[in-house]
Nanobody, 120 residues
């Protein structure tokens, strides 16, 4: 499975951006799709995830500002980002985790990353 992310860019503080990530094929198993980000000099961190049945999880730093959604028919996950702050500047990566009956057989796929830059 290949993931193609798009939608990054440069925005002023307080602005909005919409990131989209599409998988190359439909995943029939239960899965978790999500967004992670990595700022310069920092470790990659979770931003938000969403399960096949639409259970969501957000990092505390983005709660109330970002919304994650998915379209299982289109194999797509979207991250709507609002009230952006300079500290949101990072490369954003989408991830697909295909869940197996046993976690040790789970499979992970990563997109190529898209740059988000928020100017103050």
């Amino acid at each position: 499975v290949q993931l193609q992310a798009s939608g990054g860019g440069l925005v002023q503080s307080g602005g909005s951006l919409r990131l989209s990530c599409t998988a190359s094929r439909r995943v029939s198993s239960r899965s978790i799709m999500g967004w992670y980000r990595q700022a310069p000099g920092k470790q990659r961190e979770l931003v938000a995830t969403i399960t096949t049945d639409d259970n969501t999880n957000y990092a505390d730093s983005v709660k109330g500002r970002f919304t994650i959604s998915r379209d299982n028919a289109e194999n797509t996950v979207v991250l709507q980002m609002s009230s952006l702050r300079p500290e949101d500047t990072a490369v954003y990566y989408c991830k697909l985790q295909v869940l197996a009956l046993s976690p040790k057989y789970d499979r992970e796929y990563w997109g190529q990353g898209t740059q988000v830059t928020v100017s103050s």
